[in-house]
């Protein structure tokens, strides 16, 4: 068990739709980052944020977007759904000079 | 630009065998390279890091890294292979802790064979 807390863990809608994708990071950890898993693009960083601010961007749709919260717990939305969008989801968390851990990931299937 | 190349997409192992699992990397700063596992269903695990020192790094379940900056790899290594370690491995460079993103390779399938 990482201590990263990923809800659901599986998601099924239709194209066009918007989810939320929630991520509780480990206790004490101050970065969330989100990444994608598919078949044809493999591990994809998305964003991270650390203490509630935007700290870097990476291959992130307009489409999508995610916040910190106070808590600390992150929501990754998802929104006008396409088939392509279908994947797994990953979130980790990290503090000060140490590693990141992953969470077990949602899997969002677009019909 | 910054990449991580895992040349094997598949390899098959007996229990019992030794393994290595190739990565080479690309990364403009001073790399920090992990390892990480995936069982089907399942999420990432750490089995290894590598931020400074040693080049040689223990991590979990017996598997060992050696980081050889001349060229630019980080192949993972088990001397004995057991049934349980069957799953798909990430080589991946980036940031150190909150310092920024990861940059995965394509990642390793491991198959043992009985």
């Known amino acids: 068990d990482s201590g990263v807390t990923q809800t659901p863990k599986h998601l099924i809608t239709a194209t066009g739709q918007r989810v939320t994708l929630r991520c509780s990071p480990r206790?004490?950890?101050?970065?969330v980052y989100w990444y994608q898993q598919s078949l044809d693009q493999g591990l994809q960083f998305l964003i991270q944020y650390y203490n509630g601010e935007e700290r870097a961007k990476g291959n992130i749709l307009e489409r999508f977007s995610a916040q910190q919260f106070p808590d600390l717990h992150s929501e990754l939305n998802l929104s006008s759904l396409e088939l392509g969008d279908s994947a797994l989801y990953f979130c980790?968390?990290?503090?000060?000079?140490?590693?990141?851990?992953f969470g077990d990931g949602t899997r969002l299937s677009i019909l | 630009a910054q990449s991580v190349t895992q040349p094997d997409i598949h390899i098959t192992v007996s229990e019992g065998a030794s393994l290595e699992l190739r990565c080479n990397y690309s990364?403009?700063?001073?790399?920090?390279l992990f390892w990480y596992v995936q069982s089907p269903g399942q999420g990432l695990q750490l089995l290894l890091k590598y931020f400074s020192g040693d080049t040689l790094v223990q991590g979990i379940k017996g598997f060992e890294a050696e980081f050889k900056r001349s060229q630019s790899s980080f192949n993972l290594r088990k001397p004995s292979v057991h049934w349980s370690d069957a799953a798909e491995y990430f080589c991946?460079?980036?940031?150190?802790?909150?310092?920024?993103?990861?940059?995965f390779g394509k990642g390793t399938k491991l198959s043992v064979k009985p």
């Open positions: 980790a968390s990290s503090r000060d000079s140490g590693p990141q851990h």
């Open positions: 990364y403009g700063a001073t790399p920090y």
């Open positions: 991946a460079v980036g940031g150190k802790g909150d310092q920024g993103n990861l940059i």
């Open positions: 206790s004490g950890d101050l970065s």
